[in-house]
Each structure stands twice: as C-alpha cells, then as structure tokens.
C-alpha cells in the first residue's frame, strides 16, 4: 500500500515537473525585432496561408467559380482565428487585416452564392491594392473584391513572415494590347 501511494505521489510530482518545464518552453517563442513572436506554428500557419493565398489565385484567374468558392471557404476560418488573437500570436495590425480580409472573402463567396445579390460597402484596407488584372468570366463582378482580399492576404503573410520576403502572387500575365 505504502508503495502505490509513493509512487502516486511521484508520479504527480513528475507531472507537475513537465507542465511547468513545457510552459517554460510555449513561453519561450522568439520575439522579433518589431515586437512579435515567432513560433513554428506561426510559420506553419504562414505556409498554410501562402498555399490557399495561391491556390485562390490560379483558380480565379482561370474562371473556375467552384474552386474559387471552395477555397474561400478554406480560407474564411483561417483568417477568423487570425483575427481573433487566440489561437495564434500576431501583431495586432495583423489580426485587423484578418478580420478585414475575412470580410471581403465572405462577402465574395456570399455574391458568387447568388449572383442576383448586392454588394455590401466594406471598410477600406489599410495597405495599397496591388495592380491586377480583372477576373475573368462569370468571377468578374467580384474582381475588386478578390483583388482587395488578395493584397490583405499578401498582408497578412508579411506580418506572419515577420520582415521574410513574401512570394509574389502567381498572377497569369496580362494579356497583351489588341492593336
């Protein structure tokens, strides 16, 4: 009897020790000369977004409605857990580009839903829209929209890559001048 309660109580004992020790280490993430926190789960999340940031590109500029509306809803509670703060540790101008960014890929994906609908007024980005050429097809009458969400994801990733280049967009070329 004796035995078992000695080993319960090392065995509490040696739990606390490593609840303490690994807290000791989530605690430890590099801080970046601008003040943030870097963290391999922030550079986990910074692949993510970069790869549906990129996904979303090729397929609206190749018309695909499907695809495009498929990978906002990808995108959509990423950026949502960005903006909200709690799962993720980012600058606080980072997670308001999230939640910038989430609006406009909800507003999107609600006008490609139904194309009869009217396009809410959303509050400006605090960054410059980068000079892209329109949607094609069916998806241009969200191409304001998609090209705003794009230059906010864009954003975001700077944040996340804490001053790392950024991948340009895989924009297609725009199309020469008929003349």
């Given at each position: 009897?004796?035995?078992?309660?000695?080993?319960?109580?090392?065995?509490?004992?040696?739990?606390?020790?490593?609840?303490?020790?690994?807290?000791?280490?989530?605690?430890?993430?590099?801080?970046?000369?601008?003040?943030?926190?870097?963290?391999?789960?922030?550079?986990?999340?910074a692949?993510?977004?970069?790869?549906?940031?990129?996904?979303?590109?090729?397929?609206?500029?190749?018309?695909n409605?499907?695809?495009?509306?498929a990978?906002?809803?990808?995108?959509?509670?990423?950026?949502?857990?960005?903006?909200?703060?709690?799962?993720?540790?980012?600058?606080?101008?980072?997670?308001?580009?999230?939640?910038?960014?989430?609006?406009?890929?909800?507003?999107?994906?609600?006008?490609?839903?139904?194309?009869?609908?009217?396009?809410?007024?959303?509050p400006?980005?605090?960054?410059?829209?980068?000079?892209?050429?329109?949607?094609?097809?069916?998806?241009?009458?969200?191409?304001?929209?998609?090209?705003?969400?794009?230059?906010?994801?864009?954003?975001?990733?700077?944040?996340?890559?804490?001053?790392?280049?950024?991948?340009?967009?895989?924009?297609?070329?725009?199309?020469?001048?008929?003349?």
């Amino acid at each position: 009897m004796k035995g078992k309660f000695g080993r319960s109580i090392a065995l509490v004992a040696a739990s606390s020790l490593l609840a303490v020790g690994m807290a000791g280490i989530a605690s430890a993430s590099p801080v970046s000369p601008d003040g943030g926190k870097g963290s391999s789960s922030t550079q986990a999340l910074a692949a993510q977004v970069l790869q549906v940031r990129d996904d979303l590109t090729k397929v609206a500029y190749a018309g695909n409605v499907g695809a495009t509306r498929a990978d906002l809803g990808q995108m959509s509670p990423v950026l949502a857990d960005i903006a909200a703060g709690k799962r993720y540790t980012v600058q606080t101008d980072t997670e308001q580009l999230a939640g910038l960014a989430k609006g406009r890929a909800d507003e999107t994906n609600r006008l490609l839903a139904d194309p009869t609908a009217k396009a809410r007024q959303l509050p400006p980005l605090p960054l410059p829209i980068p000079s892209l050429p329109d949607l094609p097809g069916p998806l241009k009458i969200v191409s304001d929209l998609v090209k705003a969400l794009l230059a906010a994801v864009t954003g975001i990733l700077g944040g996340l890559l804490g001053g790392l280049p950024v991948p340009p967009l895989p924009v297609p070329p725009l199309p020469a001048p008929a003349g």
